[in-house]
C-alpha cells in the first residue's frame, strides 16, 4: 500500500483526487471556565485561530463524508461554522462532564467518544480510527496497538513523575500527531486531550493557549519555531522549546 499526500492518489478518506486546504478553528476555555470560541480572520493565509498547529489539510473529496444534516455545505466558511459549532458543544458537554483521573481520560474509548462529540455532527468518520496510509501519521494498522502503548505509558510518567506535568501533557499531544489516529481533526483533538489531562494534573484550565497569549502578528514566526519545535523534540528529546510554544 503506498502513501499519499495532498496531491493525485487516494487520501486519508480512501477517495482518489486532489487535496485542497481548509481551515479550523481555535477552541479554548479561559480561566474563568467559559468557553470562548475565537473567530477566524479572512485576510490571514496563516492564523493561529483557524488553520492550526498539527492540523491535516482536507482533501475536495472529504465532501463525501459529510454527515446528511451537512451535504448542503458548499464553501469552506460554511465547513468552519459548522466544524467550530460542534466543537463548541462538545467543550461544552466537556465542561459539564470533565474527567475526574488521568487514567479516565487515557483510554482509547474515552478518546474516541471525544472525537465523536467533536465531530460527530459533520463527519460520518468521527470517533473512527483512521483506516488509510497517509503521508502524515503510522500504518493505520499499528494505530490501535501505538496508541494504547501511549496512553499507558502516559499514566505511567504521572504515576513516577519522570517528567513535569506540562511536559507529560506536550508529550501525549506530540506523540498522537505522530500516530495521527484519525482521518482528521488530530491537532484540535491532541490539544484539547492535552489541556484536559493539564487541568486534571492541576495545571489550571488556561495552562495551554497554543499561541493564544502571544499576541496578534506572529502567526507565520509561531508557526515557523513551532515547526522547529517539534523537530527539536524529536531529535534530542528536548520538549522545552515545545513546551514554551503550548504555553504562549
Known amino acids: 500500500m503506498s502513501k499519499t499526500g495532498g496531491g493525485r492518489g487516494t487520501n486519508q478518506y480512501g477517495v482518489k483526487g486532489a487535496g485542497k486546504t481548509v481551515p479550523s478553528k481555535k477552541d479554548n476555555r479561559n480561566p474563568e471556565g467559559k468557553i470562548e470560541l475565537l473567530a477566524p480572520d479572512p485576510n490571514r493565509e496563516w492564523d493561529l485561530h483557524t488553520v492550526q498547529f498539527g492540523?491535516?489539510?482536507?482533501?475536495?473529496?472529504?465532501?463525501?463524508?459529510?454527515?446528511?444534516?451537512?451535504?448542503?455545505?458548499?464553501?469552506?466558511?460554511?465547513?468552519?461554522?459548522?466544524?467550530?459549532?460542534?466543537?463548541?458543544?462538545?467543550?461544552?458537554?466537556?465542561?459539564?462532564?470533565?474527567?475526574?483521573?488521568?487514567?479516565?481520560?487515557?483510554?482509547?474509548?474515552?478518546l474516541l467518544d471525544l472525537h465523536r462529540r467533536m465531530y460527530g455532527q459533520v463527519w460520518t468518520w468521527a470517533g473512527h480510527t483512521r483506516q488509510r496510509?497517509?503521508?502524515?501519521?503510522?500504518?493505520?494498522?499499528?494505530?490501535?496497538?501505538?496508541?494504547?502503548?501511549?496512553?499507558?505509558?502516559?499514566?505511567f510518567q504521572i504515576e513516577?513523575?519522570?517528567?513535569?506535568?506540562?511536559?507529560?501533557?506536550?508529550?501525549?499531544?506530540?506523540?498522537?500527531?505522530?500516530?495521527?489516529?484519525?482521518?482528521?481533526?488530530?491537532?484540535?483533538?491532541?490539544?484539547?486531550?492535552?489541556?484536559?489531562?493539564?487541568?486534571?494534573?492541576?495545571?489550571?484550565?488556561?495552562?495551554?493557549?497554543?499561541?493564544?497569549?502571544?499576541?496578534?502578528?506572529?502567526?507565520?514566526?509561531?508557526?515557523?519555531?513551532y515547526l522547529d519545535a517539534l523537530k527539536h523534540a524529536d531529535a534530542t528529546d528536548d520538549y522545552g522549546p515545545l513546551i514554551a510554544i503550548a504555553t504562549s
Not at 487541568?199 to 497554543?210: S, Y
Open 55 to 110: 492540523e491535516t489539510p482536507l482533501d475536495e473529496d472529504a465532501r463525501d463524508f459529510l454527515t446528511d444534516r451537512y451535504q448542503h455545505i458548499q464553501t469552506k466558511d460554511e465547513l468552519n461554522v459548522a466544524e467550530s459549532e460542534n466543537i463548541f458543544e462538545a467543550m461544552e458537554w466537556l465542561n459539564e462532564h470533565p474527567f475526574n483521573a488521568p487514567i479516565d481520560l487515557l483510554n482509547q474509548s474515552a
Open 160 to 225: 513516577n513523575e519522570t517528567h513535569p506535568p506540562d511536559e507529560i501533557c506536550v508529550r501525549l499531544h506530540r506523540r498522537m500527531l505522530q500516530i495521527h489516529c484519525f482521518p482528521n481533526g488530530n491537532g484540535r483533538h491532541a490539544r484539547l486531550v492535552a489541556n484536559e489531562l493539564g487541568r486534571i494534573l492541576e495545571l489550571g484550565t488556561d495552562a495551554f493557549t497554543w499561541g493564544q497569549r502571544s499576541g496578534e502578528g506572529r502567526e507565520e514566526e509561531l508557526r515557523r519555531q
Open 133 to 155: 496510509e497517509t503521508n502524515i501519521g503510522i500504518d493505520p494498522l499499528e494505530i490501535t496497538h501505538e496508541w494504547e502503548i501511549l496512553l499507558r505509558n502516559t499514566q
